[in-house]
């Protein structure tokens, strides 16, 4: 059975850090791209960041870069979302992706507040 499975997101104050996990199961997941998304209220999902399957190439949308790496670890089945000098434009819920394959994870709430 496939899935995705997001994990890390909580509350977090302005300026500070998280780090989101999403483990895969149910497919060879060292030969799929990976990608995070984000949906804040009212807005629609945006791209945050993808990943090769290499992990050797990676992209992030202008709102992430120099704040946001995308990772992954092939043996253990699982791409991480590291994002750094969080503000409260990044709070939404973040959802893992794999693209080509069009699996989606139930999403992990991201709250920046003080």
């Known amino acids: 059975q496939v899935q995705l499975v997001e994990s890390g997101g909580g509350l977090v104050q302005p300026g500070g850090s998280l780090r989101l996990s999403c483990a895969a199961f149910?497919?060879?997941?060292?030969?799929?791209?990976m990608r995070w998304y984000r949906q804040a209220p009212g807005k629609e999902r945006e791209l945050v960041a993808h990943?090769?399957?290499?992990?050797?190439?990676?992209r992030y949308a202008d709102s992430a870069k120099g704040r946001f790496t995308i990772s992954r670890d092939n043996a253990k089945n699982t791409v991480y979302l590291q994002m750094n000098s969080l503000n409260p434009e990044d709070m939404a819920v973040y959802y893992c992706?794999?693209?080509?394959?069009?699996?989606w994870g139930q999403g992990t709430q991201v709250t920046v507040s003080s």
């Open positions: 992706n794999a693209p080509f394959r069009g699996y």
């Open positions: 990943i090769r399957s290499d992990g050797g190439s990676t």
């Open positions: 149910g497919f060879t997941f060292s030969s799929e791209a």
